[in-house]
T-cell receptor, first 114, second 115 residues
Framework: GAGVSQSPSNKVTEKGKDVELRCDPI?????LYWYRQSLGQGLEFLIY????????KSGLPSDRFSAERTGGSVSTLTIQRTQQEDSAVYLC????????????FGPGTRLTVT | AQKITQTQPGMFVQEKEAVTLDCTYD???????LFWYKQPSSGEMIFLIY??????QNATEGRYSLNFQKARKSANLVISASQLGDSAMYFC????????????FGAGTRLAVHP
């Protein structure tokens, strides 16, 4: 079946502009996660959604970052007034219910802020 | 304090040899899960193996095995019979608690397999 998809694959934007990144999780996966990976670094957690519960936003680095998940499926990560330090690969993952299940990652969106 | 520590920024191994990638973790939660992911140069994250904190036996998946030493809080990945295609970044990650939760990643180890 289809994996996690993300769009766009690459995004170049000017400092100060807003951007929206999209994630389509695997069908049937109730949990959805956003991470970001700066060049040569490990993954940094941003936010996750689980079913109808309130999202865990504890990893969002500033109030310029927000995310929503509509209808328990597609998610959008929005970064307002982008800064150069926002440049990174933004990865989305989804998983089945249950602690032992791995998270399946999408191919990521490479964001470059000029 | 670092939750996940990978002390080897880079490793190399000869093709067909075995290699161990180190990972130590820190948590006070008795229920947790440990994961290893592979990230080739193409960038995708590929799940390799999972170990639950209550699992009695070390996890194995094909050529991958996890050397889980709970008292030492280590979860080293062992790759047997290395192949050229194993050259990649390898990340150790931990999920705390028994339900949904974020993964906390280490900084990664870059493995190079030499012919």
């Amino acid at each position: 079946g289809a994996g996690v998809s993300q769009s766009p694959s690459n995004k170049v934007t000017e400092k100060g502009k807003d951007v929206e990144l999209r994630c389509d999780p695997i069908s049937g996966h109730t949990a959805l996660y956003w991470y970001r990976q700066s060049l040569g670094q490990g993954l940094e957690f941003l936010i996750y959604f689980q079913g109808n519960s309130a999202p865990d936003k504890s990893g969002l680095p500033s109030d310029r970052f927000s995310a929503e998940r509509t209808g328990g499926s597609v998610s959008t990560l929005t970064i307002q007034r982008t800064q150069q330090e926002d440049s990174a690969v933004y990865l989305c993952a989804s998983s089945l219910e249950g602690a032992k299940y791995e998270q399946y990652f999408g191919p990521g969106t490479r964001l470059t802020v000029t | 304090a670092q939750k996940i520590t990978q002390t080897q920024p880079g490793m190399f191994v000869q093709e067909k040899e075995a290699v161990t990638l180190d990972c130590t973790y820190d948590t006070s939660d008795p229920s947790y899960g440990l994961f290893w992911y592979k990230q080739p140069s193409s960038g995708e994250m590929i799940f390799l193996i999972y170990q639950g904190s209550y699992d009695q036996q070390n996890a194995t998946e094909g050529r991958y095995s996890l050397n889980f030493q709970k008292a030492r809080k280590s979860a080293n990945l062992v790759i047997s019979a290395s192949q050229l295609g194993d050259s990649a970044m390898y990340f150790c990650a931990m999920r705390e608690g028994s339900g949904y939760n974020k993964l906390i990643f280490g900084a990664g180890t870059r493995l190079a397999v030499h012919p």
